[in-house]
């Protein structure tokens, strides 16, 4: 393994009743004051919403809103968050939502504290020294952003896509009742299955020797994942596998799965310049890419593919070499996307090879992505090209 070293400092509620009994006394570590943000009023509609105001009216906390995050949260939304969190003396974030709403809240958090244009820090110009306490009431399963301390922002101007983020922009709490997901839409579901499970994938093709507890964990957190996703997309009242979702969520993402390996990314980093410039959901691009890039490097390096075709999806070794291994995993992992009726396809969202060399551009903006395989500019054209 490599060497690391490993510190999450967000205090983690998980379960029913724990809001109710420990909101308040959270938000009184940090002041009495916050800006409640969210997104476009599903927690409105499903009581969420109101049960957060009762709990702070009747913990004395003061706060100011800010609706409509974007599910590609914008850097113009990100802007009005620091004007309104400077304005109004706020002393913590609560970002109630999804990954999305978490994110916009990293970025306000860090942006209410430097001296500059915030998006520099994502351009990697810069680097946060300080950020807003932030704290998060999690509505959906996905990204794993309730424990973790990046987040990726969009630029809309300028078709821009980054991740950044700090060691200050950890929450300082999150509570996690998968009640509050019941009543998340069937495609968000879905879409938030593929991302955690890219997460997953993300850490599994790394380059790191002798890290065999690593494998086994992620191998884990991927079949939980799997055994999982129909219970939640057909019954989504169903608390336990809602629960058993959200876990999988956190853990594919807090740190604990790669402590000791350096992952490969590449497919975020190409996802992210399909979403820039089509705004389409990012776990559905991420669906369609993975198994794309697995076609690709599987050419070159087979290992970690038989290993997810053994170890995942209990394909029987004997008889069949690495090559034939790792082809029969990616088409295992072609099956999971098709049984969740998730896109397959870029066409599928009317995507066509008009912005392709823009995006392959784009995507090595900072040098050449993936660790477990580096790619250049051409060979992200050839997987875009592909994906089409």
Known sequence: MNPFRFQNPTALYYGKGQL???????????????????????????????????????????????????????????????????????????????????????????????DGEVYDIYQRKAVAKDALPIGTILTLAATGSEMNSG??????????????????????????????????????????????????????????????????LIESVIKTIIENARKVIDEPTNYEA??????????ALNGMISMGIEGDWANHAMEHEISA????PHGGGLAILFPHWM??????????????????????????STSQ???????????????????QRLADYQIGSENLERMAEQSVRFGEIGKYRKLNKNDVLRILQAAL
């Open 20 to 114: 109710e009994q420990h909101l308040v006394e959270e938000i009184r570590k940090y002041g009495n004051k916050v800006l409640l943000l969210y997104g476009g009023g599903s927690i409105k509609r499903f009581g969420l919403y109101d049960k957060v105001i009762h709990l702070l009216r009747e913990g004395s906390i003061e706060w100011v809103e800010l609706a409509g995050v974007e599910p590609n949260p914008r850097l113009t939304t990100v802007h009005k968050g620091i004007d309104l969190c400077k304005t109004e003396g706020v002393h913590l974030i609560l970002a109630v939502g999804g990954g999305s709403v978490l994110d916009c809240a990293k970025a306000i958090a860090m942006g209410v504290k430097f």
């Open 151 to 216: 987040g990726v922002i969009t630029n809309w101007e300028t078709k821009e896509k980054l991740g950044g983020g700090s060691p200050y922009t950890f929450p300082k709490f999150s509570f996690c009742d998968a009640e509050n997901t019941f009543t998340v839409p069937r495609d968000q579901t879905i879409y938030g299955i593929c991302d955690m499970l890219a997460h997953c994938y993300e850490h599994y093709f790394h380059p790191t020797e002798n890290a065999p507890l690593q494998r086994r």
């Open 242 to 251: 809602r629960e058993t979702i959200m876990y999988c969520s956190t853990m």
């Open 277 to 280: 410039i089509y705004d389409i």
């Open 295 to 320: 076609d690709f490097v599987s050419q070159e390096k087979p290992e970690r593919f038989a290993d997810l075709a053994v170890h995942v999806f209990g394909i029987n070794p004997a008889g069949k």
């Open 325 to 343: 291994l790792a082809a029969e995993g990616i088409e295992k992992v072609r099956e999971f996307y098709r049984s969740i009726e998730v896109p």
